[in-house]
């Protein structure tokens, strides 16, 4: 079964710094790889994919991906207050069916991000 | 803008009752998702719908039955309610593989 760990947290970052989110996935085969952020009580929202080696730079956010050692990672620069939350890494997989198959995601439990004023 | 709608934020059911919760996705999307989310367990997949009409198990189907007569509409179906159904539901739809969250329902079945 294709797995996805996450560190549990809490993470603790003083504002203004940069927070690291670590995560790594099972299947060597995946190619697809999403950072999520869920708000206590709230849904997940999409924060940025990746599906190359290397860096990917949207804003503060940056994502990070090493398919070689089965890693990808999410970097916060500048890290505010309002970036308090849980971060869910999730990996693509493919389920066949008769006739068929789906494109799904592999869901992480999160990492619990605290920012300290 | 991808908008997912769930039809309540919050439910209290009773045990015993049949318990239908919609999700409405307006992009056209073709596959559609339940989940169920608890402290410590994270996200888990109940069922998936890939078309008008078929649908496929998750990893948690037990107790659970969903259907899609439309393709923007996507149902779960509780038959029976029963307290450790008692949950957070999160319906989603999906353009390739990246998939989109409703606003969730939090379900409490007394």
């Known amino acids: 079964q294709k797995e996805v760990e996450q560190n549990s947290g809490p993470l603790s970052v003083p504002e203004g710094a940069i927070a690291s989110l670590n995560c790594t996935y099972s299947d060597r085969g995946s190619q697809s790889f999403f950072w999520y952020r869920q708000y206590s009580g709230k849904s997940p929202e999409l924060i940025m994919f990746i599906y190359s080696n290397g860096d990917k730079e949207d804003g503060r956010f940056t994502a990070q991906l090493n398919k070689a050692s089965q890693y990808v990672s999410l970097l916060i620069r500048d890290s505010q207050p309002s970036d308090s939350a849980t971060y869910l890494c999730?990996?693509?997989?493919?389920?066949?069916?008769?006739?068929?198959?789906?494109?799904?995601?592999?869901f992480g439990k999160g990492t619990h991000l605290i920012i300290q004023p | 803008d991808v908008k997912v709608t769930q039809s309540s934020r919050y439910l209290v059911k009773r045990t015993g009752e049949k318990v239908f919760l919609e999700c409405v996705q307006d992009m056209d999307h073709e596959n559609m998702f339940w989940y169920r989310q608890d402290p410590g367990l994270g996200l888990r997949l109940i069922y998936f719908s890939y078309d008008v009409k078929m649908k496929e198990k998750g990893d948690i189907p037990e107790g659970y039955s969903v259907s899609r007569e439309k393709k923007e509409r996507f149902s779960l179906i509780l038959e029976s309610a029963s307290t450790n159904q008692t949950s957070m539901y999160l319906c989603?739809?999906?353009?390739?593989?990246?998939?989109?969250f409703g606003p969730g329902t939090r379900l409490l079945v007394l």
């Open positions: 999730a990996v693509n997989t493919r389920t066949t069916y008769s006739g068929g198959g789906a494109d799904g995601l592999t």
């Open positions: 989603a739809s999906s353009f390739l593989e990246t998939q989109y």
